[in-house]
């Protein structure tokens, strides 16, 4: 299996939509093969449509605010005392998190197929909230599904997407969480696809919705780079970029403009959800070697039982309860352009009290995995690697979780 | 030989009328249970379409999900499928079985060795829900090295063009999706409707059965019996729940239901 240079990875599965030959492709009943190739002509079109990349362009700078800052955490690097430790703040964007711009060009490409609903699915509630926000803002109608254990779980993006006039569906089945939410909002899609428009709030799904998703996220590196040579003058000889992967559109927005360095030079790790440290429940599929399964119309690896059972994940973060993971990192994994660990609940709100002792910043408990990983490893590391870290979103949503976890001082009032 | 769901269609032919399918979830709500079941209605129904619960389902309603968790819940694996079929041909030899399912659970079982025991438990076709044209091109060989017929499943939304190609590479029987749902929904299109939308798949080849299925109930399948054959799913899964919430046999319940169907088609 090999990376291929000079080609955007989205761009790198086969005819069947398959990376490396086996990860993702399109396991979908047949009444959704038809909006699916109806999707995917469009965004092949579209993306070579220089009118419509100006008008992305404009919504991303004017509405969600692009560039979103780079920083570096003084005093943070200061504390742990080896590697510079920087922060790619994309909580900046509008509505607080990564999940705007996949939900901005869902919604463009629906204005564009003439569609008037949108539906999503939501784990932590930022997809969910993200696409209200983009459909109230191009006219759509806008249904979320999200696990009822989340909608407990994450009240402040659930009383944003209400705001905002989406409709949100509890999902009850299964373990209440993101997996169900994106069953159930697939379902809904199969008996509604004549009328409705469906995205995918990650990298997953069937292979067009992995690629129009990091296709979008990929305006985190395209940032990031030009930031970085302002910077430094050129890239760094030694950097390394931490971030958290649940489905991992984040992460692979992060990367996706790097991808063509030498891992030498540019190192990519990604960090999932290893859940409570005294549970054997997880969410991280590629740390613990799970084996290839389908999930959700793509082959991956996939948390599951001998049968062929998806199971169970336990964790924290609620964007990163999630079993499977993108083709696109199977891929990367597989390829050893990426590596891959898992930061326990605990580890987590450890790197989250820290952070924000330290630092004018509240990432929300996914990114506070990355911050996990990437102190421990800074400490470890030369003074002259930049490690970096997206801070993908903002913890106001976990809120509740935060106080109840860490106390009330953890959490402010805005 | 001819493979029995061949049979089953000459034999409803003669009679002038579809042929009656069932979809019961196996291990619904226990192993015997299921097993039971199967053995009462093949009376009435001439293929019995035999679920492989999954509990990641993205094309099936809530009567069908509730089965299936239900099912899963009191501990069905593959195996004791392959156990329950193969009993049930112990009883009745001749009559063909249909397994339904999502194709994650086949993968992790291994393609050849599924279909291995498929054939000797006595499988006599599938039905893979997420594995679509051309995708299923490899396993659908496969399958007819194996006598097994690998069913293809055609939708509304699939275009003229496709459902040429499809129907070129199909077996002797296809299943035709009545409309945009999920298994389980109300009957959104009108009988009529469907039925003109049958008629243009036959008319790609004629010798091959269609079968129509999705929203099928009592109500609606005297409507549509110019068909090969009529599935109906949701409805029985139904039966079995509000049976079980009334502290009912679903055996002799569902057993009603099925006969009472096929009365309507007679
Ligand atoms: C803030 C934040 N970070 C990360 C994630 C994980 O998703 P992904 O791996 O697709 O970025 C989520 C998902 O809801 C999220 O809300």
Redesign the pocket.
């Known amino acids: 299996m090999k990376l291929k240079k000079g080609i955007p990875v989205i761009d790198q599965g086969n005819k069947l939509g398959f990376w490396g030959g086996k990860f993702g492709g399109n396991f979908v009943p047949e009444t959704l093969k038809k909006p699916i190739e109806d999707l995917e002509v469009l965004f092949n079109k579209l993306k070579k449509d220089k009118k419509f990349i100006q008008e992305r362009d404009r919504y991303f700078k004017n509405w969600i605010g692009v560039p979103t800052r780079f920083i570096k955490l003084e005093n943070l690097t200061r504390h742990v005392g080896g590697a510079q430790i920087w922060s790619k703040v994309v909580s900046d964007a509008n509505g607080g ?3 705007v711009y996949n939900a901005t060009v869902h919604c463009l490409l629906a204005k564009r197929s003439g569609k008037k609903v949108i539906i999503g699915d ?3 509630g ?2 969910g909230k993200m696409l209200s926000m983009a459909a109230k803002k191009f006219g759509l109608k806008c249904k979320i599904f999200m696990g009822a254990k989340d909608i407990a779980r994450q009240q402040p993006n659930v009383k944003a997407m209400k705001k905002n006039g989406a409709e949100v569906v509890p999902v009850y089945s299964g373990s209440q969480t993101l997996v169900d939410a994106v069953s159930e909002c697939m379902r809904f899609w199969v008996a509604n696809c004549d009328t409705t428009a469906m995205c995918i ?3 997953v799904g069937p292979a067009v919705f992995v690629r129009i998703c990091g296709w979008s996220t990929s305006q985190i590196s395209r940032e990031l780079k030009v930031q970085l040579i302002d910077e430094f003058g050129s890239i760094p000889k030694k950097l390394k970029l931490y971030n ?8 692979f927005g992060f990367w996706n403009e790097f991808m063509d360095y030498d891992k030498r030079q540019c190192e990519f790790i990604g960090v999932e959800a290893g859940g409570p440290a005294k549970s054997k429940k997880h969410a991280a599929p590629l740390t613990y070697g799970s084996k290839i399964g389908i999930l959700h119309g793509a082959a991956q690896y996939v948390n599951q039982n001998s049968d062929g059972q998806i199971e169970e994940t336990e964790s924290i973060s ?3 309860d999630y079993p499977g993971i993108s083709p696109l990192h199977c891929f990367l994994k597989d390829t050893k352009r990426a590596r891959y660990t898992a930061a326990s609940d605990e580890q987590a709100l450890n790197a989250y009290k820290l952070v924000t002792k330290f630092e004018k910043l509240r990432p ?1 408990l ?2 506070s995995h990355a911050f996990a990983v990437a102190i421990a490893e800074s400490k470890k590391l030369s003074k002259d690697t930049i490690v970096i870290v997206n801070s ?2 903002d913890a106001y949503k976990d809120r509740g979780i935060l106080e109840k976890r860490l106390g009330k001082k953890y959490v402010k009032s805005n | 030989m001819l493979n029995p769901i061949s049979v089953a269609f000459i034999k409803a032919k003669q009679e002038n009328r579809p042929a009656l399918l069932t979809y019961t979830v196996a291990g619904d709500s226990s192993k015997k249970q299921s097993l039971n079941i199967l053995k009462s209605i093949s009376k009435n129904a001439d293929i019995l379409e035999v679920g492989v619960p999954h509990n990641t389902p993205v094309a099936d309603g809530s009567q069908i999900q509730t089965s299936a968790y239900r099912a899963i819940k009191n501990g069905i694996k593959v195996n004791d499928i392959f156990k329950i079929v193969k009993d049930f041909k112990k009883f009745h030899k001749n009559k063909p079985i249909i397994l339904m399912g999502y194709y994650n659970m086949i993968f992790q079982y291994g393609e050849n060795k599924f279909l291995n025991k498929c054939n000797l438990s006595g499988v006599n076709g599938l039905i893979v829900v997420d594995l679509p044209w051309p995708e299923n091109k490899n396993f659908a060989k496969k399958c007819k090295k194996k006598s097994i017929y690998f069913i293809q499943l055609l939708s509304p939304t699939t275009t003229t063009k496709r459902l040429k190609k499809i129907i070129k590479d199909s077996h002797p029987m296809s299943y035709f999706i009545s409309m945009l749902s999920t298994t389980g929904g109300k009957l959104k299109v009108s009988p009529k409707e469907i039925i003109k939308n049958y008629n243009k798949i036959k008319k790609i080849n004629p010798k091959k059965k269609v079968v129509i299925g999705f929203g099928i109930t009592e109500k609606t399948i005297g409507k549509l019996k110019s068909a090969d054959g009529l599935v109906v799913g949701s409805a029985i899964c139904k039966e079995i729940s509000r049976s079980l919430k009334h502290r009912q046999n679903p055996v002799t319940n569902v057993s009603k239901l099925v006969k009472k169907l096929k009365s309507k088609i007679l």
């Not at chain 1, 958290?244 to 559109?249: E, H, I, Y």
């Open positions: 998190a990564h999940k939501t784990g932590a930022y997809a709030g990650s990298t958290c992967v649940g489905g991992g559109s984040s992460s609620a964007g990163l929300s996914e990114p993908c979103g």
